[in-house]
């Protein structure tokens, strides 16, 4: 297996830089697998076991999703956001729907100040979960223990849950902040993506119902109940292309909040900020 494979399949340019990736890894994987599995059209990220997210390194492996670039971006921007207030003082209580990987919480605990953030996770997955797990591990922001630190705790349950969050989950409101990049494929969308992404990724962290935004109507159901949410708190949750003036009218009508868009480095709005109180 060759490099003029991997060309054919991804181009000259691109080929030439994966491969360079490959041949540095530091994967027990031999570097003639890695090029048949990549030409198999298997996506990079599970090859190498890792992606980059801001400066921290997170593991990643199927089926769990594969935190994005534009992902990256909008949670390195509310870390700037938040950067002047987090103080050990008074910590953050962060809640973070589908968390994956646990790559949002985990940046936003590896970028605000020691001690200001008690984060928790929550994903239906068992794969995601213990994943996340795993990352927080290797970050260091295992909880909690010792609470001049940042924590992190994901946790397995479906926010879909009419009595989420239990009482035995480990996890209760208010909370400060809620984050969520939560599945929002249409159906449409969905039978028509790559098999790189379908063959390998979860349908359950990709397909957000038949327009997509069934997650959304959940989030705003739950933030809107009356004992959810801190005075003063925000909730940040990535859209899909074309999605974002719908979200922003769910978030108005079934929660009354205050909503703005933050572009992602394409231009694309990309994410929804909602605030209570219209
Ligand atoms: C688009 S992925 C996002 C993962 C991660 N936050 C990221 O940005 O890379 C959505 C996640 O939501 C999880 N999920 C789907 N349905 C859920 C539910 N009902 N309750 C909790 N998590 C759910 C999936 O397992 C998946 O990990």
């Given at each position: 297996?060759?490099?003029?494979?991997l060309s054919a399949?991804?181009?000259k340019r691109q080929a030439a830089l994966e491969y360079k990736w490959m041949k540095r890894a530091t994967s027990p994987i031999p570097l003639d697998q890695m090029l048949a599995r990549r030409v198999a059209g298997e996506p990079l990220q599970y090859i190498?076991?890792?992606q980059p997210f801001g400066p921290l390194t997170i593991k990643t492996r199927p089926p769990v999703l594969i935190p994005r670039p534009e992902t990256e971006h909008w949670t390195i921007r509310l870390a700037e956001l938040l950067h002047p207030?987090?103080?050990p003082a008074r910590p953050l209580s962060v809640l973070d729907l589908g968390t994956g990987t646990g790559?949002?919480?985990?940046l936003l605990c590896h970028l605000l100040p020691a001690g200001s953030v008690r984060a928790y996770g929550v994903d239906i997955s068992?794969?995601?979960?213990n994943l996340a797990a795993e990352n927080a591990a290797l970050c260091g922001l295992s909880a909690p223990a010792d609470p001049s630190r940042n924590s992190f705790q994901p946790i397995q349950a479906s926010f879909l849950d009419p009595n989420f969050p239990h009482l035995n989950l480990g996890v209760a409101p208010p909370f400060d902040l809620i984050t969520s990049n939560p599945p929002y494929i249409s159906w449409p969308e969905y039978v028509r993506l790559p098999p790189?992404?379908?063959h390998y990724e979860d349908p359950k962290a990709l397909f957000g119902g038949p327009d997509g935004l069934d997650f959304y109507h959940a989030i705003a159901a739950l933030v809107a109940r009356n004992d959810f949410l801190n005075p003063g708190a925000v909730v940040v949750v990535?859209?899909?292309?074309?999605?974002?003036?719908?979200?922003?009218r769910i978030f108005k009508a079934t929660a009354q909040m205050n909503t703005e868009i933050w572009l992602d480095p394409w231009k694309k709005m990309r994410t929804v900020i909602a605030r209570p109180g219209i």
């Open positions: 297996m060759s490099l003029p494979l399949r991804l181009g190498l076991a890792e207030t987090a103080t790559c949002i919480p985990l068992p794969d995601a979960v790189s992404v379908s990535e859209v899909g292309d074309g999605q974002a003036d719908s979200v922003q």
